[in-house]
């Protein structure tokens, strides 16, 4: 017999909170997780699905609430699956994260000495997006353009999102005034007909430069000369406009082949000193401003005098690598994207280095090569996705044996485990999360590994 049945309601007391940002009651020891709940909090809650391990609940009165409840500003935020955190107190997030990740490095991976040090916040956690991706659904004539429910792809039809910026949100709106204008149809997701499927905007946070990617089920938007003259009319910011064609059943966004139908085909930011080209295809962290933070500390980690070697392993537009080249001997780069490593190669003429080279291909093999050729690195600066390295990187960095790794995630799981193949040779010094993310539950790590010495 379960511990609990489906619809029963409860009282409870919540003891724990999971990475999903979901508070956790246990009856004996079985898990319940509430979403929208905080640590210490006395719940009613009403269960809503059960399983053998756990079961979910739903929030239904709080008869205690938590010192560190918010109200979330958002008024799509009991619904969106956007933003996970928006009750819990800013401050406490920040907490919340460096907890996760001292709990990953301290227990899990039983480095108890190593520094997690205090996640590096925002002072103005809100409207830091440069880039939405906009599913966009609905009829012809009404359009609906907002991101997804909790747990599902039914879009809800917003006007601002509040951790977009807010060019953004403007520009949303109009797009969705100007395809019921023009009678264009939306994609369906499970017909697979229709034609617009997303809407991605970025935007550079300095420069103000948009760029709008149509993403199409097809390969031409109808009236697409007077779409794009009223947008650019309404935002003169605009600096490109591209028809994206995604034919493909798939979650996937982006299909393979762009067009520019307005303006140039990248855009431009800065960050730092340095200028950026930027495509619609490459990799470009989210938020500037922390991003700013991140590569600073990534900068004091790799301690450079201005003769090392450095290698920047999953570069995209050769961010981090052109953030050290002025401080080392020579900087090389490598990422999967070929795109991405021409913005690179043209982001290091437009800032004038000179010694840097930048390789497309997967980092796995293009580091061999380098090791083949007698490439022999003093830092190696490792930024990959989600996923984490392929383990012949890793292998490889063990018989490198560059001085210093410094190692920047998405996600310090795989993180970790990347991390525990190197400790043979290499002390884990210390970590820093880094809130690039605020509301969310994901956070950005970047730690620093020395070789021990012989
Ligand atoms: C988290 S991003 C970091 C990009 C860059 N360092 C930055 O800060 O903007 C990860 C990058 O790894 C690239 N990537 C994914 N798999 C790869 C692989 N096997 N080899 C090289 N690059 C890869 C992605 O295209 C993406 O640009």
Known sequence: MSVVYKNQMLDGEVIDFTHEG??????????????????????????IKVKKNFAIGKLIEIQKESADRELPPC??????????????????????????????????????????????????????RNKSQIPVGGKRGAIEMGYYRQRSHAIINMDKCMIQYQAQNDIMTTIRDLL???????????????????????KGYYSDEIMIIFVLNGDTLPYQEEISHALTGAFPQ?????????????????????????????????LGDLKFKINDKSFYQINVLQTQKLYD?????????????????????????????????????????PEAIQDAKRNAELNEFHNTTFVSG?????????????????????????????????????????EKIVYISC??????????LLLDKYDLKEVTPVDMFPHTTHVETVALMTRKKH
């Not at 956790?24 to 640590?39: H, R």
């Not at 996923?387 to 018989?399: A, H, M, R, S, Y």
């Open 411 to 420: 996600n310090p799981s795989t993180q970790l485990r990347d991390i525990q």
């Open 22 to 47: 979901h508070g956790v009651v246990k009856i004996d020891a079985y898990p319940i997780f509430i979403p929208q709940t905080l640590i210490g909090e006395q719940i009613q809650y009403k269960v």
């Open 180 to 202: 019921n204008q023009y009678d264009i149809p939306p994609y369906h997701e499970l017909k697979h007909t229709g034609l617009v499927r997303h809407v991605v905007i970025r």
């Open 362 to 402: 997967p980092a796995e093999t293009v580091i061999l090569d380098w090791q083949k050729q007698g490439i022999r690195p003093d830092v190696v600066t490792v930024d990959p996705p989600r996923k984490g390295c392929d383990v012949t990187f890793i292998e490889t960095l063990n018989q490198l044996e560059p």
């Open 238 to 270: 605009i600096k490109s406009i591209k028809i994206n064609s995604n034919k493909e059943k798939s979650n996937v966004i982006m299909g393979e082949r762009s067009q520019t139908i307005f303006g140039e085909a990248t855009i431009e930011d800065t």
């Open 75 to 128: 008024v799509y935020y009991e619904k969106c699956g956007g933003c996970q955190l928006q009750h819990l107190s800013y401050e406490a997030q920040l907490e919340m994260k460096r907890n996760q990740v001292m709990n990953l490095f301290h227990r899990k991976g039983k480095m108890s000495h190593v520094p997690v040090h205090p996640t590096v916040g925002m002072v103005q956690p809100w409207f830091y």
């Open 297 to 337: 500390i990534a900068v004091k980690y790799a301690g450079l005098t201005g003769q090392e070697t450095v290698i920047d392993a999953y570069c995209g537009i050769g961010t981090i690598a052109l953030s050290m080249a002025n401080k080392a001997r020579h900087v090389y780069g490598v990422e999967v994207v």
